[in-house]
């Protein structure tokens, strides 16, 4: 006689005991030795490719730099897209591959992509740097610290930055410690002009001088008897002051003269720093630590709160360390969440079945719910899957529809028995009867998340643990449903006592099955009244679809926010950071907040998956804002909001939640794409003039920026060349006279400083003296006034940024809702649209719709045909 699944497992003891115990033991240690992160694991394929081209116009970094690096990039045929930004002497392009390749593909990608940069460089014009290739912008740095000093200068705060970071590298787990906010320390040389002049000096002289005397270079070995001795000459500098024993005396002249006679030699930090970074409106530095891939982050974060707590003795007195954001905490609070959840469910469900199955039964359920969470955990160990928010958000969601099958099985046992049966005929009869149809059951609600677990851009890859943990949870629902729920029920029903007349009895004889028997009748008998009602009850659910906010993603729960600052374009990051300073203290004082974190000139490191740091711009800033609780999010933000649009009305700003998914640029983008600079900046007005015009959308800007002021000497190169002067004289001499000039380097230990010449602070000209500074002739062999090279200065105007998008360039005018209201992007673009499509666009010119809406349509239609596809199956 062929045996069921039920009876096998009621009669074969041993093996349910020993399934049950996996789940149980197994599913316990797997809890406890999952890897632990904030989000899931998520490749960002994107690298970007660095170049400097020192005193190049945007448009010649565009030309000579950018456009023949994008032109070898896209010969890769793994490459999606290419994005750069040309500014003021920097090339930076962001490369982006296609979705089908994964994290093991792209090691060897980048090694392709690095060669063929590689194979550019002799190609690239004189002045341009080797290009950088930066792998590694999709690194996560999940502690990120700040490190203030009272009273401690850049110098001691970064010193102290650098041993604590050598000591955190060395903790089990960590991957990579990331420093920012580091000011480059350089050897200033004041160099007066003044004095050159009278002694007859050529500043060339000096540079000559300074860049050759500290060079690192072989002398060569001998052999003395049977050893091999190297030789090691002296003249290496040990103290900056020894570089003002250097001899600057012209050939011929009479008389020794130093370096120290025409020159002051200083230590500092450079004039005009890249990055500027505050905490709670202290100067700070931020310390970004990021964790091997697998590891369980809440474990690897007490191991690093262990090893500062054990520094702390070593930590001067004045330096303290806070924390900007902690994974460990966030993802702790996550998972004991779930353990609530998860208890909460159990009880729920034991509760509610008391009343309705009675106590056995309840508890019965309950143990298959909890076998089935730890049974899930162990198939989560073995396929590598960590818990994070998606995999997390899956189990609570599953929890709701785990008990169903058991319910069933249990419900139809009891009933069998109430019948007469045995407790093994009734469970071999009701899991025969169920268990294709629970297992089709099962397999549709599995169904109805596959469109997002089996899509291939990068928001299936997001969010594809939670297709898989929800197939891997509801089908062991229906296992456990169909073998150890009849297996338990043989021990839970042992005693219950059974009616001998209980064939004669209707188990369906109680009042909610007669009424309910009775709906269904009426249902049936009046079949048309039933169809209309249920389509009718199908378009109001249709419609009210409609009214809903629609978000892929939702705003994460973690009580922060971010506001991205603009200045116009050409700011001082200094003048950026003193309004960022200014802000700051507007914050603090609102109620609630907890710490204020700022960066001027650029974003802070990646401290979320889901955080895209900006690139590097003087005239922008961010403020990290973290505050008590969750529901003060939006009152501060509405309270901040009032105070920008009221004292900085001129200010562009966006404020901005932490958001879930992979994270793109505004959700609205209308990319103009086009040859002119000036044709495409007059189709911008009239796109920004449209949205500016709709009361939803807010954060209106274009990414080419304004156009910036640049001062033009015209250089007179006929008389020039009468003095035996060239134009990179005359860029040296500005250089020199503005921002200082790089002329070597001063090697201190492992610190490499730049040797950098100016003017003195009494000698240092303005824009109305510019004329009045003088010039070395070699002709002459001494100094002329600037102005007899010159025929006069102009000011002009420039695009300071030109922006291109598969080698084509492209403004972007972007737009969001409103952050504290209701209205969704959607329904913004959907009444702006048709006006922007409707401009009159000039003969090679094109717009064409950014990420967001890109990625809304595509993943209707990719969800449209996964549900085909599905349909087509469970049909």
């Known amino acids: ?90 090339s ?93 320390e350089q050897v200033f040389i004041e160099i007066s002009m003044r004095r050159l002049s009278n002694l007859g000096i050529s500043p060339q002289t000096i540079y000559n001088t300074l860049a050759t005397q500290n060079l690192v270079s072989s002398a060569g070995a001998v052999r003395i008897g049977d050893e091999y001795i190297r030789v090691h000459p002296t003249g290496e500098f040990k103290d900056v002051n020894e570089l003002g024993n250097l001899i600057i005396t012209e050939k011929g002249a009479e008389g020794l003269i130093y370096l120290r006679d025409v020159a002051e030699i200083k230590r500092g930090f450079k004039e005009i720093p890249d990055n500027l970074i505050s905490f709670n409106g ?13 590891v369980n982050v809440v474990e690897v974060g007490k191991k690093v709160e262990q090893r500062l707590a054990e520094l702390k003795e070593q930590q001067p007195v004045g330096i303290d360390i806070d924390t900007v954001y902690s994974q460990p905490t966030e993802v702790d609070k996550s998972v004991s969440g779930f353990v609530l959840s998860l208890g909460e469910s159990v009880a729920i469900v034991i509760i509610v079945l008391l009343f309705f199955m009675g106590s056995r039964s309840g508890l019965l359920i309950g143990l298959i719910l909890l076998l089935t969470v730890l ?37 139809g046992i009891l009933i069998g028995m109430q019948k007469g049966r045995t407790r093994m005929q009734a469970a071999s009869d009701i899991v025969t009867q169920t268990k294709w149809p629970l297992l089709g059951a099962t397999m549709i609600a599995v169904m109805a998340f596959a469109p997002i677990g089996l899509s291939q851009d990068s928001t299936g890859e997001y969010c594809r643990t939670l297709f898989t943990v929800l197939l891997i949870s509801l089908m062991l629902s229906w296992f456990t449903a169909i073998s150890l729920t009849p297996f338990f029920a043989d021990l839970f029903f042992k005693n219950v006592k059974q009616d001998p007349n209980a064939e004669e009895v209707d188990p369906y004889a109680g009042k909610i099955f007669v009424w309910y028997r009775a709906f269904l009748e009426f249902c049936m008998r009046c079949a048309w009244l039933t169809v209309i009602t249920l389509v009718l009850m199908l378009g109001a659910s249709l419609y009210g679809f ?34 960022l300073e200014q802000l700051e203290k507007v914050v603090e004082k609102e109620q609630g907040v907890e710490y204020v974190s700022s960066s001027a000139g650029k974003g802070s490191q990646r401290f979320m998956l889901t955080y895209t740091p900006e690139k590097s711009y003087a005239a922008y800033g961010e403020l990290i804002v973290r505050v008590k609780n969750f ?59 449209i949205m500016n015009a709709d009361p939803g959308a807010f954060n209106i800007r274009h990414d080419w920026r304004e156009r910036t002021k640049v001062i033009e000497p015209i250089f007179n190169e006929s008389q020039a060349r009468r003095y035996g002067i060239t134009k990179q004289d005359v860029d040296d001499l500005f250089q020199m006279a503005f921002s200082g000039m790089a002329v070597g380097l001063y090697r201190d230990g492992t610190n490499l400083m730049p040797i950098v010449a100016r003017l003195p602070e009494e ?62 992007a959607a329904s913004v673009q959907a009444r702006i649209q048709s006006k922007i499509e409707s401009l009159d666009f000039p003969s090679g010119y094109a717009l064409e719709w950014g990420e967001s809406m890109s990625l809304r349509q595509m993943l209707k239609r990719r969800c449209s045909k996964l549900c085909r596809w599905v349909i087509s199956v469970c049909s």
């Open 631 to 689: 529901d003060d999010v939006i009152p501060v933000m509405r309270k901040f909001s009032e105070v920008l649009d009221k004292d900085h009305p001129k200010l562009e700003y966006k404020l901005k939640q932490i958001m879930l998914g992979p994270s793109s640029g505004s959700k609205i983008e209308a990319r103009l794409v086009g040859p002119d600079p000036t044709v495409l900046r007059g189709l911008g007005k009239q796109v920004v003039d």
């Open 546 to 579: 409609t009214l809903l906010k629609q978000s892929f993603f939702p705003a994460s729960t973690t009580p922060m926010f971010m506001v991205d600052i603009w200045l116009p374009e050409g700011t001082d990051i200094r003048a950026t950071n003193q309004t």
């Open 92 to 184: 930076q392009i962001t490369v982006t591959m296609k979705n089908n390749y994964g994290p093991d593909d792209l090691p060897q990608i980048w090694d392709e992509l690095r060669r063929k940069v590689n194979d550019l460089k002799p190609t690239l014009p004189p002045g341009v740097s080797e290009p950088k290739v930066i792998d590694d912008f999709g690194d996560v740095y999940g502690i990120l610290l700040a490190i203030t000093g009272d009273g401690y200068t850049y110098k001691e705060l970064s010193d102290y930055v650098d041993y604590l970071r050598r000591e955190v590298e060395l903790v089990d787990g960590v991957g990579k410690v990331s420093v920012t906010g580091t000011q480059q």
């Open 1 to 90: 006689m062929k045996q069921d699944i039920a009876a096998y497992f009621i009669r074969n003891k041993v093996v349910s005991w020993m399934v049950a115990l996996i789940f149980l033991i197994g599913g316990t240690m797997s809890f406890f030795g999952l890897g632990r992160l904030e989000d899931p694991a998520f490749t960002i394929k994107d690298a970007m490719i660095v170049t400097s081209y020192a005193g190049a116009t945007p448009m010649q970094v565009e030309e000579e730099v950018t456009y023949p690096i994008e032109k070898a990039i896209q010969q890769l045929s793994y490459v999606d897209e290419v994005n750069s930004i040309s500014s003021r002497g920097l």
């Open 763 to 824: 000698e240092r000209v303005d824009v109305s003296t510019i004329e009045g500074i003088k010039i070395w002739s070699p002709a002459i062999q001494g100094f002329i006034p600037l102005q007899q090279v010159m025929l006069g200065v102009n000011v002009r105007w420039e695009d300071p940024l030109v922006v291109r998008k598969d080698r084509k360039r492209v403004l972007t005018v972007m737009a969001d809702p409103d952050p504290l209201g209701d209205e969704t």
């Open 375 to 411: 049974g899930t955990f162990v198939f989560m160990k073995w396929l590598a899957i960590d818990l994070q928010r998606i995999s997390l958000g899956a189990l609570v969601i599953a929890l709701g529809m785990l008990v169903d099958n058991a319910i069933v099985v249990v419900e």
């Open 282 to 294: 202290k100067q700070a530095l931020n310390v970004g630590i990021s964790f091997v891939s697998g």
